[in-house]
């Protein structure tokens, strides 16, 4: 419903773009465009563009609007036809009349608006209706369609007013039928006559690889200029957050800095749920580790998993492919790419040529490629709860856990040259890294001694081709996680034997203290092969009398 | 940790040489060490101490380098005596079980007194 629009005063950001649409009646009538495919994220605001504009057009009464959402049309075309024409009426009368009402109430049917068109004086518009519905009684599904798709332009060349065509989710226009799916390929290309009408501009949203192949005329392609919706910058995102809470009556913790709220990239639908779950969670005063709360809800079971869920169903239809792209997609987020499909076949469960067919169908959708976060988390949920078999609340908890101690965590990376005393930087920087988080100087000796032990066997014996050893040190408050990696011959603990000293000093044997001066003072010491480098992974809980108070 | 440069340096006191490691005991500091007692231990000189006062860090290299001093004292009946040493120290040597073949005291006057008093 085009009425539906949040507040003008919530609505930030946007007035650069919302005056340029508004001007887009006399940019056409100049033969200078006129004709808008908006882009964006999903959820970044495209159809609240829409609605505002229709708004703002409703009520300065020079340019009359008309929206048609194709998210949940019939596209069966007689139904389509009756849908679109019906609606165009409706919102055309409640725009000449000034009463919303009549734009919202969906179960009016045309012969109960006869009336109201009569008493406006609108002769031209009852003779269309007429027209439109001898198409209906003849059965004549082009006509039909013909005469709805062209019922705007009708009415701005009776009127002389200019009529701006919203049309939401226009690409499914390119699965409209006759009887059966897929009988009537192109009939989206009746679209093409009015969109080139100087007196109605369209505004279109949708998949921008979607509407190049629907067009088959490209001079409809080079006269629609691309407006790209890009996210909220970080104070208007905190902006709109605040404005949400204050709407549902929440107030926000002194100090709260929002820091959270990053992870939402300024995507409008995102912030509004957040907001939203925090009302359905009955939070009075928001801090940051409830933002993480609430945030962990929407993307299990909030209207954020809701949404993402509609948007994941419509490029998985069937449920083998649902859970082989579920397993390829944590897949590519864990490692951060997608291989050859002859490596993922293993991973999907399923053959070389369908894991390439999700392959592509994942690559078109720009599900990765877009780096969304939310819908990663999402995604995460869902592998956990359709694959890994667990419930909705243990997922939430696995999300909620990973950003509570994500925020509590801090990471340095270091790479050395396998150089003599190299390992002394390391010693250096896990003092400085130590301080940071209140360390003692002794528990911090242990630690440098633990890690030039490591860094000394790295460089001694690997015989790495790199000469390079990289480091990566994660602080969590309770916990010291260094990770040392390099390539070069394996190294594996099971290859270690540990000999007393009295041994040593009998047999000569000297060397090889390092296993067992780092297998003391650590907590857990792994390690693993990856590719062709060796990964050792020291761990020590750190315990209270370890930190200075 | 201080980032001193390693050096040796030594003195002889009565029959007792006394060993100055500074700065990160490695694989060459270690064998500047051995060096130093050797050449001692090659003058007949079977008393060492090491005082570790000015020793900051330690390596497994220079663990070994400092158990090659402990062999070779032993092959000639010496006795070797750390002194000064830090608790990190002290817990590193412990850890590998190293204290049972040296003399620990806390500074090196009592190493030096321990060595004049006893007839070793």
């Known amino acids: 419903m085009p009425f539906n629009a949040i507040p003008a005063e919530d609505f930030l950001n946007r007035e650069p773009e919302l005056n340029y649409l508004k001007g887009l009646p006399k940019l056409k009538e100049n033969a200078l465009g006129g004709d808008v495919f908006l882009e964006g994220a999903r959820g970044m605001g495209k159809t609240e563009l829409l609605k505002q504009l229709y708004r703002n057009l409703f009520w300065e009464n020079n340019v009359v609007p008309f929206y048609y959402s194709f998210k949940t049309a019939n596209l069966k075309g007689a139904y389509f036809a009756k849908d679109y024409f019906t609606r165009f009426v409706r919102q055309y009368i409640s725009f000449v009349k000034k009463e919303p009402s009549i734009a919202d109430n969906v179960a009016k049917p045309l012969q109960r608006l006869m009336p109201a068109i009569s008493s406006l004086g609108l002769y031209w518009l009852i003779d269309y209706i007429e027209d439109f519905q001898e198409h209906v009684s003849k059965n004549d599904f082009y006509w039909q369609l013909v005469a709805a ?20 989710d226009f690409d499914a226009a390119a699965r409209l039928y006759d009887a059966s799916l897929g009988d009537a390929h192109g009939l989206i290309s009746l679209f093409g006559e009015s969109m ?12 921008a690889g979607a509407l190049e192949s629907i067009f088959t005329d490209h001079s409809l392609i080079g006269m629609t200029e691309q407006m790209r919706l890009g996210p909220l910058p970080k104070d208007l995102a905190v902006a709109l957050f605040r404005a949400h809470l204050t709407n549902l009556k929440i107030a926000s913790a002194p100090g709260l800095q929002f820091e959270f709220l990053d992870i939402l990239r300024g995507n409008p639908l995102y912030i509004r749920n957040i907001a939203k779950a925090a009302w359905k969670m009955q939070k009075k005063e928001l801090n940051e580790k409830d933002l993480i709360e609430c945030y962990s809800f929407e993307v299990s079971k909030g209207e954020t998993a809701f949404y993402c869920s509609s948007v994941f169903s419509s490029y998985a239809k069937n449920p083998v492919k649902r859970k082989a792209m579920l397993k390829l997609l944590m897949y590519a987020f864990e490692n951060g790419r997608i291989e050859d499909s002859k490596r993922l076949s293993m991973v999907s469960g399923l053959g070389e040529a369908e894991t390439e067919t999700i392959l592509g169908t994942m690559e078109n959708s720009g599900i990765i490629r877009d780096k969304d976060a939310v ?9 956990m709860m359709e694959i890994e078999g667990r419930n909705a609340n243990d997922a939430r908890e696995k999300i909620e856990a990973k950003y509570k101690s994500e925020r509590e965590e801090s990471c340095f990376e270091l790479v050395i040259p396998m150089n003599y005393n190299a390992e002394l930087v390391v010693a250096k920087a896990v003092e400085q890294i130590g301080k940071n988080i209140n360390l003692d100087s002794e528990f911090l000796n242990f630690l440098q001694l633990a890690l030039i032990e490591v860094c000394i066997n790295a460089i001694e014996h690997s015989g790495s081709y790199e000469k390079k050893v990289f480091l990566k040190f994660i602080t969590k408050p309770d916990k010291l996680e260094i990770i040392i990696e390099n390539s070069g011959r394996p190294f594996s603990l099971e290859s270690l034997k540990e000999v007393p000293v009295e041994e040593k000093l009998r047999i000569g044997m000297k060397r090889g203290w390092g296993y067992k001066l780092f297998h003391k003072i650590m907590d857990s010491v792994k390690v693993e092969r990856v590719n062709d480098r060796t990964r050792v992974i020291l761990t020590k809980d750190i315990k209270v009398k370890e930190v200075l108070q | 940790m201080k980032s001193v440069q390693f050096s040796v340096a030594s003195r002889l006191e009565g029959d007792a040489a006394i060993i100055y490691p500074k700065g990160y005991l490695n694989n060459l500091s270690g064998e500047s060490l051995v060096i130093e007692c050797g050449i001692y231990i090659g003058k007949g000189i079977t008393k060492i101490v090491v005082n570790f006062s000015e020793t900051d860090l330690i390596n497994s290299i220079g663990i070994s380098m400092l158990l090659q001093v402990i062999e070779d004292l032993k092959n000639i009946k010496g006795t070797i005596c750390c002194t000064n040493m830090s608790k990190f120290l002290r817990d590193t040597f412990e850890m590998l079980g190293l ?5 620990v005291f806390p500074v090196e006057s009592d190493a030096l007194n321990y060595l004049k008093t006893r007839k070793l």
């Open chain 1, 375 to 383: 819908f990663q988390d999402f995604i995460r949920c869902l592998f």
């Open chain 2, 99 to 103: 204290m049972q073949h040296m003399l």
């Open chain 1, 149 to 168: 798709i062209s019922a705007p332009v009708v009415a701005s060349r009776k009127t002389r007013k200019p009529v701006i065509v919203m049309l939401d």
């Open chain 1, 196 to 207: 080139g009408n100087r007196r109605c501009p369209h505004v279109i949203t949708g998949s």
